[in-house]
């Protein structure tokens, strides 16, 4: 199983961009997923999450300028983010916590590789 994030970039401030993050591998179901953050200097931060059931949760920093949003179908995830500013700068990490086999007594986390998101000023 793995995750792979894309869709990150340089934009200017007030832009725009979307980050998607696809599950690979056969799965019995993946449950929550959530995108953190780690600006450069700083700790890794929990900046959105969702649950199967589509219920959403998001940091106040992003609150309002970002949208997560899954297919569950595809297994997939993405974060719209617009209204960008400097302070979003860093690199952004999809999460997943998947039940991989029935013969599993219990589910896990499974991380993507990060993918950067610069926006200048």
């Known amino acids: 199983v793995q995750l792979q994030a894309s869709g990150g970039g340089l934009v200017q401030a007030g832009g725009s961009l979307r980050l998607s993050c696809a599950v690979s591998g056969s799965v019995v179901s993946v449950n929550a997923m959530a995108w953190y953050r780690q600006a450069p200097g700083k700790q890794r931060e929990l900046i959105a999450d969702?649950?199967?059931?589509?219920?959403?949760r998001y940091a106040d920093s992003v609150k309002g300028r970002f949208t997560i949003s899954r297919d569950n179908a595809k297994n997939t995830m993405d974060l719209q983010m617009i209204s960008l500013e400097p302070e979003d700068t860093g690199v952004y990490y999809c999460v997943a916590n998947i039940w991989v086999s029935f013969s599993d007594e219990h589910s896990e986390d499974y991380w993507g590789q990060g993918t950067q998101v610069t926006v200048s000023s």
């Open positions: 969702i649950t199967r059931t589509q219920i959403t």
